[in-house]
């Protein structure tokens, strides 16, 4: 059974079922480490977790929500990494070398729109919790170098992720337009995110 295994056992409290998440969430972080999100299954998870396809479903709710689930604790290690980055460099720079790095969280936001379309509306519900959160932390991270309003913000957001998820698509093997419209994934999300981030602020 790998280290990241989750014990067959079933949790009862809920800090053993938080505890269990968090396992799982580690296991599936790993397997989307050699798997893209959109060809990775219940089961490959199930194999890495050391548990039946049924007990993740009891924890996590669906295969979608666990992704996702993935992608907010991605997004925060991301923008605490961002926040050191920022001291060093532009701000597109800093976020397009800090998104870069993190290949995990590029192919999630690239498979999210299919992800949360799947989503029942429970799940959709703490989605947006999450994603409020990672907009909040994303927006106090920017701001010693960038201040934006709400609006401002929440338009950034948008646009880090169709850049990323795009940008991201057109880089991978197999996928259309590979190595004819995006050959270089950070430069090409830097240059898109600079000439946004100057028009945010004229």
């Not at 998870?45 to 039946?52: I, K, S």
């Not at 338009?155 to 337009?177: D, E, M, Q, V």
Request: proline share 4%; aromatic share 4%; charged share 15%.
């Amino acid at each position: 059974m790998p280290e990241s295994a989750v014990p067959f056992a079933r949790a009862r409290s809920a800090a053993q079922r938080q505890d269990r998440m968090t396992q799982l969430v580690a296991a599936t972080r790993e397997c989307l480490a050699r798997t893209p999100a959109a060809t990775l299954t219940l089961g490959d998870v199930a194999t890495a977790a050391g548990l039946a396809k049924s007990g993740i479903l009891r924890y996590a709710g669906s295969r979608e929500a666990l992704l996702l689930r993935v992608m907010y604790d991605e997004h925060l290690a991301w923008i605490d990494a961002l926040a050191g980055e920022l001291n060093t460099t532009t701000v597109a720079a800093a976020l397009a070398h800090t998104l870069a790095v993190r290949p995990v969280l590029c192919d999630l936001i690239a498979a999210s729109p299919v992800l949360i379309n799947r989503l029942s509306p429970d799940d959709l519900r703490v989605l947006l919790t999450q994603a409020d959160d990672a907009q909040q932390r994303l927006g106090a991270a920017l701001r010693p170098s960038l201040p934006l309003s709400d609006v401002q913000l929440g338009s950034l957001t948008a646009a880090i992720h169709a850049f990323t998820g795009t940008a991201w698509a057109w880089t991978r093997p197999g996928t259309a337009g590979h190595n004819t419209m995006v050959t270089d994934f950070e430069s090409t999300v830097g240059r898109l995110l600079g000439i946004f981030i100057a028009g945010l602020r004229h």
